[in-house]
């Protein structure tokens, strides 16, 4: 039985799964990275197929026990890159 690799993941999808994992709605994860609650729905859903979660509660526990996020300082620079400030 191999390892089981860990999906890529874009930098976007990177930074809606931290201001997840911060416990940010959807609409503030819109304001902060400057599109539409929709366009983060989506994203959210990519994100689960392809990690294999259901919610964002069990997409949060997935990426932190399976270290896919960053410390909160390394977070909150990467989403504030995302977001070119």
Known sequence: ????????LSPKELAIITCITQGKRNKEIAFQLGTTEQVIK????????????SDRLELALYCLHNKIIQTDADEELMVQKMVGR
């Open 1 to 8: 039985m191999s390892p089981r690799t860990q999906p890529r």
């Open 42 to 53: 989506n994203y959210l859903r990519k994100i689960y197929d392809k990690l294999g979660v």
